[in-house]
């Protein structure tokens, strides 16, 4: 079955950095798009950043943009999110989801503060 588990949150301190991790299993991963979506304490669903199956086309939330790279490594069946200079609010639940949004991982809790 399709299987992702999310690895790499923690708590970190204002300007930090953190990879994420999502490792796939139960499909052909290289087939697909992948995204990363956060939940804030209190808060909805927010769309981060996806990448192609190929991994040659990224994009991201404004709120991210330029903090943050989304890559894969095929060969490895794993996402990653680099997450760079970062800020209390981008404390949240992390989860990795499969193109079209039809698996989701269990999530990865990131806290920022000092």
């Known amino acids: 079955q399709v299987r992702l588990l999310e690895s790499g949150g923690g708590l970190v301190q204002p300007g930090g950095s953190l990879r994420l991790s999502c490792a796939a299993s139960g499909f052909t991963f290289s087939s697909y798009a992948m995204s990363w979506v956060r939940q804030a304490p209190g808060k909805g669903l927010e769309w981060v950043s996806a990448i192609t199956n190929s991994g040659f086309s990224t994009s991201y939330a404004h709120s991210v943009e330029g903090r943050a790279t989304i890559s894969r490594d095929n060969a490895k069946n794993t996402l990653y999110l680099q997450m760079n200079s970062l800020k209390p609010e981008d404390t949240a639940v992390y989860y990795c989801?499969?193109?079209?949004?039809?698996?989701w991982g269990q999530g990865t809790q990131v806290t920022v503060s000092s």
């Open positions: 989801t499969k193109y079209p949004y039809d698996y």
